[in-house]
């Protein structure tokens, strides 16, 4: 059965750092695309970035140049490495497995709570 | 970008009855639109791909239409365990992007 488990989130301070993890089981994350959405405290879904199985890497705008998603093959894990946070970062984060052509998200993880604040 | 509009932002109705959600995107996606539901506490689910495919395990009473600019989802007859927030959402090709609608909450009246 294909899940997905995130982990790493928490409390952080605005500037700081912090690093996200999904880890899959039921298939092979080198096989297929793995992509992170977020969604703030009581707002909407927003995507946030793609990892493809050939490795190559997309992301939203609004986290361009401080968000980095990358895989490891050896623990079947995605991460998302998210530095210099806003408070508007804030957000449960999810990964979610994508399928097809257009690699619409049919399989999603709990989700993880990061909260950017002083 | 492309900009998904969601109406309404709220639809009350009753056990039974009919839903109608609308999603209208600022520029033509084509097919590449797809129907998420949200219940309180869970992430979303997949209902709906490619604009008028039910994805796996999606009950018959979910149905969608639509191309270019203009989406429609219908539950033929409400469940009460489809009263819930539902996304819209487009992938523009290049780059590779999703947006989402900012949603049609479906509650109980």
């Known amino acids: 059965e294909l899940q997905l488990v995130e982990s790493g989130g928490g409390l952080v301070q605005p500037g700081g750092s912090l690093r996200l993890s999904c880890a899959v089981s039921g298939i092979t994350v080198s096989n297929t695309y793995v992509s992170w959405v977020r969604q703030a405290p009581g707002k909407g879904l927003e995507w946030v970035s793609i990892?493809?199985?050939?490795?190559?890497?997309y992301y939203a705008d609004s986290v361009k140049g401080r968000f980095t998603i990358s895989r490891d093959n050896s623990k079947n894990t995605v991460f998302l490495q998210m530095n210099s946070l806003r408070v508007e970062d804030t957000a449960v984060y999810y990964c979610a497995r994508g399928v097809g052509a257009t690699s619409w998200f049919d399989f999603w993880g709990q989700g993880t709570l990061v909260t950017v604040s002083s | 970008e492309i900009v998904l509009t969601q109406s309404p932002a709220t639809l009350s109705l009753s056990p039974g009855e009919r839903a109608t959600l609308s999603c209208r995107a600022s520029q033509s996606v084509s097919s590449y639109l797809a129907w998420y539901q949200q219940k309180p506490g869970q992430a979303p689910r997949l209902l709906i791909s490619d604009a008028s495919n039910r994805a796996t395990g999606i009950p018959a009473r979910f149905s969608a239409s639509g191309s270019g600019t203009d989406f429609t989802l219908t539950i033929s007859s409400l469940e009460p365990e489809d009263f819930a927030v539902y996304y819209c959402q487009q992938r523009t090709n290049w780059p590779p992007t999703w947006t989402f609608g900012q949603g049609t909450k479906v509650e109980i009246k």
């Open positions: 990892i493809y199985s050939a490795a190559s890497t």
